[in-house]
Nanobody
Framework: QVQLVESGGGLVQPGGSLRLSCTAS????????MGWYRQALGKQRELVAT???????TYVDSVKGRFTISRDDAKNTGYLQMNSLKPEDTAVYHC??????????????WGQGTQVTVSS
């Protein structure tokens, strides 16, 4: 019914930038909160950033000032702009979205994940 498709990951040097995107398709009435998680090798999954339907954002302390989460509701797409990347940002990044498929039914969906590697 609903699918999230991610893109934008890759290999980048320290100090570089990447923009991740996540597009939802299928039966969508309204997208509530969207967010990005990451999981590095040997570490727990970490919530990186969220954005509410009203545009309120949250960030984990380690990315504040460097990452920006945004959304384009006309395109059912969320973004994570990552600047000044550091090796410790290396991880698999997953988008997630809390979506109403109609006015009463709410569920969480996950993207397939995209690898971000920051290395010289």
């Amino acid at each position: 019914q609903v699918q999230l498709v991610e893109s934008g990951g890759g290999l980048v040097q320290p100090g570089g930038s990447l923009r991740l995107s996540c597009t939802a398709s299928g039966r969508i009435f309204r997208i509530n909160t969207m967010g990005w998680y990451r999981q590095a090798l040997g570490k727990q999954r970490e919530l990186v950033a969220t954005i509410s339907s009203g545009g309120a954002t949250t960030y984990v302390d380690s990315v504040k000032g460097r990452f920006t989460i945004s959304r384009d509701d006309a395109k059912n797409t969320g973004y994570l702009q990552m600047n000044s990347l550091k090796p410790e940002d290396t991880a698999v990044y997953h988008c997630t979205a809390n979506i109403y498929s109609d006015s009463l039914y709410l569920n969480d969906y996950w993207g397939q994940g995209t690898q971000v590697t920051v290395s010289s």
